[in-house]
Each structure stands twice: as structure tokens, then as C-alpha cells.
T-cell receptor
Framework: GAVVSQHPSWVICKSGTSVKIECRSL??????MFWYRQFPKQSLMLMAT?????????EQGVEKDKFLINHASLTLSTLTVTSAHPEDSSFYIC??????????????FGPGTRLTVL | KQEVTQIPAALSVPEGENLVLNCSFT??????LQWFRQDPGKGLTSLLL?????REQTSGRLNASLDKSSGRSTLYIAASQPGDSATYLC????????????FGKGTKLSVKP
């Protein structure tokens, strides 16, 4: 139980285009989802927190108009990188927390999405 | 500022050795602490979660301890195997049931056959 999926697992796009990444909780309801970014040999940095049906809360320094987050249901959150640039190339990981049996305090992580912007 | 530090950054051991990975945090008022494993290019796998009221948690060959007063946690791996090679991340939750995680930079473990 407590499985989180991400799609796509990797994507290559041209500079200026937008990319959407999906995060799904497969076997539990995720009341809260988190989006992280990880640069090579660095740890995970939280970008934003989203609660189902509410606007996302962004961390300091993260542009909300560039990284659009939608958490429209208890099993799906999306991150859209708008007008992507090469510096947005990174590994994006989502996590979910919710009603997984007996594990309400834990975050369960997706497998990540490797974004490369040319 | 709430920070999480992991030492060493990298560790190489021969197969079969017992080893300890260290995690320290600046603010002892934690809600819980998690240890994760990350394989190259992959997401995170949760290994152990320790609540602030607990001293340790065990799962198979893994044992995680927590000493809030000293701001430290350790992950003990017994009888290491090449398949244990990965990066191990420590993360602290200060915010309670609605809190987020603050991650250390990880320890990259290599277990040589």
C-alpha cells in the first residue's frame, strides 16, 4: 500500500514550452501533496505544498506563476512548468500524505520526473 | 534556522560490515524523523519513521535511533550487502501532522562485494 506514481518519468522539451507532470496516489487518498526539486548531488528542496481543493503554498523563491500546481482531487496533483528554460532542468519529485492506513504522518514519494530543457 | 546535516557525505565499506550513518538537526523540537533510501535517478523509499516520543525503530537489518536532546539520529545497517548501495537521506518534520520535511544532503553508501 501507499504507492505514488509520477508521469512522465522523463521529458525533454525545447526552451519556452510548457511541461506538465502528474503525481497520483494509487491506493490512498492524499489530502496533502508536496513538490520537490533535486539538482545533481543535492538534496531535495521543497517547492510547494498543496492541499486538495486549495491553492498551493509556495516556498520562498519559487515563482508561483512559473510552477503551476493543481490539486483537484484526492488522488491527483499536477505541476506545470511554464515557459521552461534550461535552468529549470532538474529532477522533480512529488510526495503525498493522507489516509494510508496507520501511516497518516508519513510522506510517500513518487519515482520522480527528469526534466531536460534544451 | 532549522537545518539537517548528514555525515559522512560518502562511505565505502566491504560487504558484511556493520555501519552507522549519522544525522544531526539544529532544532530539537521535532515532530518526527524519517530515513529514506534513494537509488540513482529514482525516487525515495521510506525506510523508517521515528516519532518524537520514540527512541528507536527497527526493520530487518536496519535500526534507527533518535536522541532529541542532542539533536541526533543514527541509522545502523547490519551485515551490509552490495544491494544496500544507495544514498540515504534523513528528513525532519517540525510542523506536526501538517508539516513538511527538511532534508539532509544524504550519505552515499557503497558496499563492495
Amino acid at each position: 500500500g501507499a504507492v505514488v506514481s509520477q508521469h512522465p518519468s522523463w521529458v525533454i522539451c525545447k526552451s519556452g514550452t510548457s511541461v506538465k507532470i502528474e503525481c497520483r496516489s494509487l491506493d490512498f487518498q492524499a489530502t496533502t501533496m508536496f513538490w520537490y526539486r533535486q539538482f545533481p548531488k543535492q538534496s531535495l528542496m521543497l517547492m510547494a505544498t498543496s492541499n486538495e481543493g486549495s491553492k498551493a503554498t509556495y516556498e520562498q523563491g519559487v515563482e508561483k506563476d512559473k510552477f503551476l500546481i493543481n490539486h483537484a482531487s484526492l488522488t491527483l496533483s499536477t505541476l506545470t512548468v511554464t515557459s521552461a528554460h534550461p535552468e529549470d532542468s532538474s529532477f522533480y519529485i512529488c510526495s503525498a500524505r493522507g489516509s494510508a492506513s496507520g501511516r497518516a504522518d508519513e510522506q510517500f514519494f513518487g519515482p520522480g520526473t527528469r526534466l531536460t530543457v534544451l | 534556522k532549522q537545518e539537517v546535516t548528514q555525515i559522512p557525505a560518502a562511505l565505502s565499506v566491504p560487504e558484511g560490515e556493520n555501519l552507522v550513518l549519522n544525522c544531526s538537526f539544529t532544532d530539537s523540537a521535532i515532530y518526527n524523523l524519517q530515513w529514506f533510501r534513494q537509488d540513482p535517478g529514482k525516487g525515495l523509499t521510506s525506510l523508517l519513521l521515528i516519532q518524537s516520543s520514540q527512541r528507536e525503530q527497527t526493520s530487518g537489518r536496519l535500526n534507527a535511533s533518535l536522541d532529541k536532546s542532542s539533536g541526533r539520529s543514527t541509522l545502523y545497517i547490519a551485515a551490509s550487502q552490495p544491494g544496500d548501495s544507495a544514498t540515504y537521506l534523513c528528513a525532519v518534520n517540525y510542523g506536526g501532522s501538517q508539516g513538511n520535511l527538511i532534508f539532509g544532503k544524504g550519505t552515499k553508501l557503497s558496499v563492495k562485494p
